[in-house]
């Protein structure tokens, strides 16, 4: 049984991601489909099983009109909260699946925020978690609690085979951040202290691994890259950086992603008998329209199972 599986933070699934507009130009009751080369129906062109998004940032009742085709069945996880932190405005997340699932779950045991970061779907020989962990920048203790929880729920998980992705707001190699390169203009001596690159949230990634889950991407691109322009496996860049225009697009672009300075944070970690057939960055979805939809790019992971 052949598996191939989407994870990207859609920075706001209102935003560019089903058509050129933003938020503020979408009614809020309006039915959403992918309309022609947008984000979403490129996206759609890879004909994955599974497709997790994080940071939706939209409440239950409208993510009722957010569609993609007949072939999906969707399930959102809305933030709970008020204020800057409600559905519409801060986290959530979603998945569309062409496998019906015969258990949904919203919650684990030990992180009791209602923030909308987890879905857990249980399918017949697998199961598929889809997070969006908290950033440290803002959730510190609150992401300490989330990584204390993770660690205990996939620990005694009794499934054979898991699928645990999503952005994982972690850089937790040398390589998979651009000021590591030595050859790049970008390299800093000192990386104590930088949110995303904590030695509490890379401990978390090695603790994962030693629960015997595999890095999908590394396992398929065993690579090492003298600078960060040659590595594929980046899937956030800095939005905040100055627009070019792109000249292969004819779309302005902001030059940390189109020079590739970006960070390694969203992962498809496996653990099971299974036979890894690809996985790879498609950098430019999200990348269609000017301002970009999304500062992170999607990650594809196809798998085989083995029993």
């Given at each position: 049984m052949s598996i191939k599986i989407i994870t990207w933070n859609v920075n706001g699934i209102r935003s560019r991601v089903f058509n050129d507009r933003s938020s503020t130009k979408i009614k809020k009751d309006s039915n959403i489909i992918p309309e022609d080369n947008s984000s979403m129906m490129n996206l759609l062109k890879y004909n994955a099983d599974i497709i997790c998004l994080q940071e939706t940032r939209i409440d239950s009742i409208d993510s009722n009109n957010i569609n993609l085709n007949k072939q999906y069945y969707k399930y959102f996880n809305s933030s709970k909260l008020d204020g800057a932190r409600g559905p519409n405005r801060y986290s959530g997340t979603a998945v569309y699946t062409k496998i019906i699932p015969n258990k949904i779950q919203y919650s684990i045991e030990g992180y009791d925020i209602e923030d909308g970061r987890i879905i857990i779907l249980y399918f017949d020989k697998f199961i598929v978690i889809n997070v969006y962990t908290p950033n440290s920048g803002t959730n510190f203790e609150n992401r300490l609690i989330w990584q204390e929880a993770f660690l205990k729920f996939l620990n005694n998980l009794e499934y054979k085979l898991v699928i645990f992705c999503g952005d994982m707001n972690v850089a937790y190699r040398p390589d998979d951040i651009h000021f590591n390169y030595k050859n790049s203009s970008?390299?800093?001596?000192?990386?104590d202290g930088i949110v995303g690159y904590l030695p509490e949230e890379r401990d978390f990634i090695s603790k994962l691994l030693k629960l015997n889950y595999k890095d999908s991407y590394l396992e398929v691109n065993k690579c090492l890259?003298?600078?960060?322009?040659?590595?594929?496996g980046f899937t956030w860049w800095d939005p905040r950086s100055k627009k070019i225009n792109n000249e292969e697009t004819g779309i302005d672009i902001g030059i940390m992603r189109y020079k590739n300075i970006g960070w390694r944070i969203d992962y498809i970690f496996i653990k099971g008998d299974i036979k890894l057939l690809d996985s790879?960055?498609?950098?430019?979805?999200g990348e269609e329209y000017s301002p970009q939809g999304s500062d992170h790019a999607p990650l594809l992971t196809e798998f085989l199972i083995i029993n």
């Open positions: 970008t390299f800093k001596k000192n990386t890259y003298k600078d960060p322009i040659d590595f594929k790879k960055v498609l950098k430019n979805i």
